[in-house]
Every structure is written in C-alpha cells, then in structure tokens.
C-alpha cells in the first residue's frame, strides 16, 4: 500500500491511496484542470482512479468531485449528511455512515465518525490483503475514546496539525472564527495533534505527516517542533503535506 497527497490546506485537499490497481481519491478540493494536473504529476491518469470518497462537505474538500466525478465517470461514496450540506447535489454510489467498512477493490476502509462543524462528517483508515493500515485524521476539533480505537495499531497516519493555539489567539481572526477554529467542531491545533499520536503510540509507524496546517495561524516549524516535544521523536523523521505541493508517494512497507 501507498499514499500521496495532492495538497493539503484551506486552498482544496486531496490524498491518494493505492495497492495495487486500486486507487481511491479522497477529497477533491481543486477545480478539475488543477486535480489532472496534480494526479499526472504523481504519475496516475484519473481514469486509473476506482473511487472518490468525501470526507465533508466544505468547499477546501469538494470543489472538484461533481466534475472530477462525471468527467471519469467515478463512483463517490459519502455520508448522507455530506450530501445535504453540499451546494451542488451529486448522484452518489453509495453512502457511508461512522462504524461501517467498505471495500472497493484491494481496499478495505473504516469509516470514523468525527467532530467538525459539518452535517456529517467522515473519516477513513484503510488497510489492505496484508492488513497494512493507514489513518487519515484532518478536520476535527475534538476526539474521545471511540476516535481512538479507530486509529490504534497503524503503520501510517496523516493527522492535522492546523493551528498553533497562541497565534491563533494574538491574530487577526474576528472572535466568532477564532472560537469556531479552535473549538470542540473546529480543527485540532498542534498540542491536541501530538498529544492525540502519544495516546495512539507511534513507535510503530513508519509515517507520520501532519497536514492540513493554518497559513494563517500556524508555521511547519512550530508544528514539527511540538510533536518532537511531545513525542521525543526525530524531527526529521516528521513529514509535512503543503497546500501547493502536496506529498510525494510513499510506500507501507
């Protein structure tokens, strides 16, 4: 198994993964033109794609689905709550609901439910024949137990990092957004990011990236340097999806 991410911000999300000839796309926050252009450059035709999942329905995240998905004819599959919430309604293949799993192709995925300011939110962990997993974890504002359990005994997970609480305080958000980012529905800031991993334990993760970070209220310096705080971890061993350029392939051994 593999992944990559196409880019990873407030600008439009995307991350791939594959095994096999099974490629799922989840997220697509780009217009149609910017998503061809950023799955050729990680060297996959989106004809080759079997799916696309979504995770919410904020724009960052859906922008490209309708098109994406009636130019390749994909199936995209959601909650029913996303599709409510979307502003251009799309014909699903099906719909995913928090506790329930999915195959398509060699994919196994695990829907999470999660807490964000959304109609229903989603978020998945997949694994494959040789029960490799990886944990996608962006868009929450909060986690309990069940979140947890969901997560535990990964060998890769892409978390979001978003914010870091002081700059978020001291900028220049009005109140009502800084309460609604840094909120129980809002985005996990760089302390609850890490502080979420060390109850996960990562010794056993060959990749942990942190995504989804603030170009507002947040720098890849302070983000990296929390986790290495909290874990104890080599800092060159973190990696960092950006919004432009994304996250190059990397491989579940």
Same mark, same amino acid.
């Given at each position: 198994?593999?992944?990559? &991410?196409?880019?990873?911000?407030?600008?439009?999300?995307? $991350?791939?993964?594959?095994?096999?000839?099974?490629? *799922?796309? %989840?997220? /697509?926050?780009?217009?149609?033109?910017? $998503?061809?252009? +950023?799955?050729?450059?990680?060297?996959?035709?989106?004809?080759?794609?079997?799916?696309?999942? %979504?995770?919410?329905?904020?724009?960052?995240? &859906?922008?490209? =689905?309708?098109?994406?998905?009636?130019?390749?004819?994909?199936? %995209?599959?959601?909650? +029913?709550?996303?599709?409510?919430?979307? +502003?251009?309604?799309?014909?699903?293949?099906?719909?995913?609901?928090?506790?329930?799993?999915?195959?398509?192709?060699?994919?196994?995925?695990?829907?999470?439910? =999660?807490?964000?300011?959304?109609?229903?939110? $989603?978020?998945? &962990?997949?694994?494959?024949?040789?029960?490799?997993?990886?944990?996608?974890?962006?868009?929450?504002?909060?986690?309990?137990?069940? *979140?947890?359990?969901?997560? +535990?005994?990964?060998?890769?997970?892409?978390?979001?990092?978003?914010? /870091?609480?002081?700059?978020?305080?001291?900028?220049?958000?009005?109140?009502?957004?800084?309460?609604?980012?840094?909120?129980?529905?809002?985005?996990?800031?760089?302390?609850?990011?890490?502080?979420? %991993?060390?109850?996960?334990?990562?010794?056993?993760?060959?990749?942990?990236?942190?995504?989804?970070?603030?170009?507002?209220?947040?720098?890849?310096?302070?983000?990296?340097?929390?986790? =290495?705080?909290?874990?104890?971890?080599?800092?060159?061993?973190?990696?960092?999806?950006?919004?432009?350029?994304?996250?190059?392939?990397?491989?579940?051994?």
């Amino acid at each position: 198994m593999r992944f990559a &991410v196409l880019g990873s911000g407030s600008q439009g999300n995307g $991350t791939l993964i594959a095994s096999a000839d099974t490629y *799922v796309l %989840v997220d /697509c926050g780009f217009s149609l033109r910017e $998503t061809e252009k +950023r799955l050729l450059r990680l060297g996959v035709n989106p004809a080759q794609l079997s799916a696309i999942l %979504v995770t919410h329905e904020h724009a960052d995240h &859906v922008h490209g =689905v309708g098109l994406l998905s009636r130019r390749y004819n994909l199936p %995209v599959y959601l909650s +029913r709550g996303t599709l409510r919430g979307m +502003r251009k309604p799309i014909e699903p293949a099906g719909f995913l609901a928090g506790g329930e799993q999915l195959q398509i192709g060699a994919l196994n995925i695990g829907v999470i439910a =999660v807490a964000h300011d959304a109609q229903e939110p $989603t978020q998945y &962990v997949f694994s494959d024949h040789e029960q490799r997993r990886f944990g996608l974890l962006t868009d929450l504002g909060s986690y309990c137990e069940r *979140v947890l359990d969901g997560y +535990r005994d990964l060998d890769a997970l892409m978390i979001e990092s978003n914010h /870091c609480r002081d700059m978020l305080a001291r900028g220049h958000y009005p109140y009502f957004l800084k309460q609604r980012v840094g909120g129980e529905l809002g985005h996990l800031n760089n302390h609850q990011a890490a502080f979420l %991993v060390s109850e996960l334990g990562w010794q056993g993760l060959q990749h942990l990236v942190l995504a989804h970070l603030s170009s507002k209220n947040n720098l890849p310096q302070l983000a990296r340097q929390c986790f =290495v705080d909290t874990l104890g971890c080599d800092p060159d061993w973190l990696q960092l999806a950006d919004q432009d350029s994304g996250l190059d392939w990397r491989h579940i051994a």
